[in-house]
């Protein structure tokens, strides 16, 4: 009696793990995507691609996978560990650029994806300033989905009107502006620095001004030296910058701090432009953005990519994703909720608003630059060390030991100084 | 009874996959995480070219680092000095015969049963001090509304607080937790000892200060082994709170160790982070157990 029980045991469990793997051989298909996009405008943005692709592909059941956390903190951490391990997601979202190139195209990861591109026409449809950051030795190794402008100021309209002041155009105009608003009582300029990234961020878009496009995309090269007097006069302007932050800028992330602007207690911020998204999700239209002083001209750019994973489960289905992805249609249809704009250029502007029509013709006429915090300009290793320089940075101004600091890490980076 | 040899080989036996498996999966790991750290493995592909000390000798010229390890320090005895504190007095009141101890008792060792995460996220809440905007917020609005506003904090927005902040928590977390032990050991305490000292006139204080405290010297020890270990392990709590603060003044070496691996690839700088931590817990639980063992031997 007992040793029947057992064995009816034993059947029952090998019948239930048969009927599993019946069942799961019976699907359809399935493709996982991996991204960190689960806020506002970006997370309603991947589900306007997924409802394309629903409707195009309606057998294939979409995984979304997602982990949350500003710049894809998390998401990074759980990525590598799923490649290493050896099971990567069919298509993961990548900064196009460095980020992309070093850390998984260099090392074999990826496939490349040059013969998608050319039957479908991306190398005609996207400009070659963003063909460049997703190649590497001759191929094409990711889908560029939006291009970001990280280098822009934004403004409280009503705080400048009221007080007869216009957008600044260089540090001194600047800086003029912030004295005249701290004496009316009012935050100059905003900032939330609890992600470690935000101080970076601005502090780029300093060196881009006081270094020019040349001198700031040299830095990341070694033609340009992080001892270079241009880095001092940034470290010194960025420095005298803090002094008109908001003090509490520890306790909050970019879009906590920007919630200063659109209640009229802070008139100036700089950031990217998920700025524009963050402001109409909260209904705020009462702003103005113009290039960070000294950088007009130029365009800070990063952008989001797709890419194809060796070893990834269900290729076909990724194909078709990323077919998708780099269709005028799905452009549209991601760029207009996620606030960025379309990596082709042949698409119908008039649906976009003003600030994305603003940008798109900046796009074409501007000098184009790699954003450092946004993956595109330097290896992970070195935006993070880069990243933890300038946070102490904004705790404890050293100027020359930031400096030497700087000159340091591109040194561990590989770059000769 | 004296074992047989067949019986000893069975012993041997049953224990041997539980020993297999501990010697890949705990100490296989902890020397693979030792080789790494030698090496000059920074990039998702290993690199296991030997390196030597290089990245011991780099960490401590770190900055991050230092700042990491100067907050733990303050962390670990804050959070120690505070926890046994407390949890010593709350067992003393406990053991007084209050009503309802019950009660009590499970009020005060609650908070042990929840996740890092979720006291880290409620209390980032709670010691937000609040903007100009909101007003205080939080511990900040409670000290406003009983009259105690000059306590007011930045709490861990302010780099002078930093990690002294995130103590807080812990120790709401942990004290229950020591007053558990403690209230173990007092009543393991045989009554006569008390009642004779008392005969001899001896007053409450000095029960408590000369036979109670002497005799619970175990059980602090055993306190001490326990929260050091979770304070240098601290990772989680501060993730959820407050992440590496301003200046790092939140920043611990398992955050800094998280963060060069995984967002920078510093997989070598990470597994050399994660054997300084190994090599602090060792020094602190090695002695306990092997006074332990011989004890019980």
Redesign the interface.
């Known amino acids: 009696m007992k040793r029947s029980k057992g064995l009816s045991l034993l059947l029952s469990v090998l019948l239930v793990l048969a009927l599993g793997t019946l069942a799961f051989s019976q699907e359809k298909g399935t493709i996982e995507i991996f991204s960190w996009w689960t806020a506002g405008g970006e997370a309603e943005g991947l589900q306007a691609l997924f409802d394309i692709y629903n409707r195009l592909y309606p057998d294939i059941e979409i995984i979304n996978a997602t982990v949350a956390g500003g710049a894809g ?1 998390h998401a ?2 759980v990525l ?2 799923r ?2 391990g050896g099971d990567p997601p069919d298509t993961f979202q990548v900064h196009a650029g460095k980020e992309l190139i070093d ?2 195209v260099k ?3 990826m496939e490349p994806l040059t013969d998608l591109f050319q039957s479908e026409g991306w190398v005609d449809v996207m400009p070659q300033g963003i063909l460049d950051i997703v190649s590497y030795e001759g191929d094409y190794w990711s889908v560029p989905v939006n291009i970001h402008r990280a280098n822009v100021l934004w403004y409280n309209k009503q705080i400048f009107a009221d007080n007869g002041l216009n957008p600044p155009q260089t540090f001194d105009e600047f800086f003029e502006i912030a004295d005249k608003l701290q004496e009316q009582g009012i935050i100059p300029l905003t900032m939330g ?4 990234w935000e101080a970076a961020h601005v502090f780029e878009t300093v060196l881009i001004a006081k270094l020019g496009a040349e001198g700031y995309s040299g830095l990341w090269t070694g033609e340009t030296k992080w001892s270079d007097p241009g880095v001092t006069e940034a470290l010194e302007t960025f420095k005298k910058m803090v002094t008109y932050v ?1 003090p ?4 909050f992330t970019w879009d906590e701090a920007y ?2 602007i659109i ?1 009229g ?1 802070g008139a100036m911020g700089i950031m990217g432009d998920w700025v524009a998204g963050y402001f109409f999700s909260k209904e705020y239209t009462d702003f103005g953005w113009v290039p960070v002083p000294e950088t007009a001209g130029i365009f800070d750019a990063l952008s989001d990519s797709f890419g194809l994973p060796k070893g990834c489960k269900n290729r076909d289905n990724v194909i078709n994703f990323l077919k998708v992805l780099g269709s005028k249609e799905g452009q549209e249809a991601f760029n207009l909720k996620k606030g960025s704009i379309p990596a082709r250029t042949d698409v119908d502007r008039d649906l976009f608003g003003d600030y994305q029509k603003s940008v798109m013709e900046d796009w074409e006429k501007d000098v184009i630059v790699p954003s450092v915090m946004h993956g595109a300009a330097a ?3 070195w ?3 880069f990243k ?1 320089v300038i ?2 940075f ?3 101004p050293d100027i020359e030991v930031t400096q030497k ?1 700087l000159v340091q890490v591109a040194e561990r980076a590989g770059v000769a100084q | 009874m004296k074992k047989t040899r067949g019986e000893k080989i069975l012993t041997f036996l049953f224990i041997l996959p539980s020993v297999i498996l501990i010697a890949v999966f705990v100490y296989g790991f902890i020397g693979w995480t030792g080789w790494i750290s030698l090496t000059k493995w ?4 290993p690199d296991f070219t030997f390196v030597g000390f290089k990245n011991y000798i780099d960490l401590f010229h770190n ?2 680092f230092q700042i990491g390890l100067k907050n733990i320090l303050v962390f670990t005895v804050l959070f120690l000095v505070v926890s046994i504190a407390i949890g010593l007095l709350l067992a003393i009141l406990l053991d007084r015969k209050v009503r309802f101890e019950n009660v009590f008792r499970s009020i005060y060792l609650f908070p042990m049963a929840i996740s890092f995460i979720v006291t880290g996220v409620v209390w980032r809440w709670m010691l ?2 609040g ?3 909101t007003g205080s917020l939080g511990i900040n609005m409670l000290l406003d509304k009983i009259g105690l506003g000059f306590l007011k904090s ?1 709490w ?2 302010d ?1 002078n607080v930093g990690i002294k902040a995130v103590v807080i928590p812990a120790v709401w977390q942990m004290s229950g937790y020591v007053m558990a032990m403690y209230l173990a050991g007092i009543r393991g305490i045989p009554q006569e000892l008390s009642e004779a000292a008392q005969v001899d006139g001896a007053s409450n204080w000095q029960v408590y200060r000369y036979i109670i405290l002497p005799l619970l010297q175990p059980i602090t020890l055993g306190a001490v082994i326990i929260l050091t270990h979770i304070s240098l392990k601290i990772f989680d709590l501060v993730v959820a709170m407050t ?7 939140c920043d611990v070496p398992a955050l800094f160790m ?3 691996t ?5 997989f070598a700088q990470g597994a050399a982070i994660a054997t300084i931590l190994l090599i602090f817990v060792a020094i602190l639980i090695i002695p306990y157990l092997r006074h332990g063992l011989r004890e019980g031997s």
């Open positions: 903190a990074k951490a590598k560990t490649m290493l850390t998984w090392t074999g990861f620095t609890k992600d470690g908001n509490d800028h520890a306790a919630e200063y209640d207690k290896a992970e290793g935006v993070t060390e933890d946070s102490l904004v705790a404890r600091a | 920074k990039d998702v592909v900055l991050r937000n001090p903007t100009a905007t930045g861990y927005t780099p992440g590496a603060g301003v200046g790092f003044s998280y963060d060069t995984f967002r920078g690839n510093f």
